[in-house]
Nanobody, 123 residues
Framework: QVQLVESGGGAVQAGGSLRLSCAAS????????VAWFRQAPGKEREFVAS????????RYGDSVQGRFTISRDSAKNTMYLQMNSLKPEDTALYYC????????????????WGQGTQVTVSS
């Protein structure tokens, strides 16, 4: 059973940066793709970014395009989310997830999720 564990969240002022990590443990990890989602209180889970594991094709949500960068290190079974120019509206619980099929921007495509890491951006 694969487990995903996020780290790197925290509190930062607007304009600052954070780097989230998500480490996979358990049996051999070789998904088709991985992604970051986020969820703010009272809101639906929102697609942030995805990357295919083998080829590295990326996709970003409109609200983070140009500010966030997703990457992965297959040798370490770890994925990352570099977040720059953070805004208060980026405040949310950030989740990493892995999928083997389906569109990368849909939460329903993902069958393995981490527990989430909180990001808080103050103005």
């Amino acid at each position: 059973q694969v487990q995903l564990v996020e780290s790197g969240g925290g509190a930062v002022q607007a304009g600052g940066s954070l780097r989230l990590s998500c480490a996979a443990s358990g049996r051999s990890f070789s998904p088709f793709g991985v992604a970051w989602f986020r969820q703010a209180p009272g809101k639906e889970r929102e697609f942030v970014a995805s990357i295919t594991w083998r080829v590295g094709t990326t996709r970003y949500g409109d609200s983070v395009q140009g500010r966030f960068t997703i990457s992965r290190d297959s040798a370490k079974n770890t994925m990352y989310l570099q977040m720059n120019s953070l805004k208060p509206e980026d405040t949310a619980l950030y989740y990493c997830a892995a999928r083997n099929s389906g569109p990368g921007y849909l939460p329903t495509s993902y069958d393995t999720w981490g527990q989430g890491t909180q990001v808080t951006v103050s103005s």
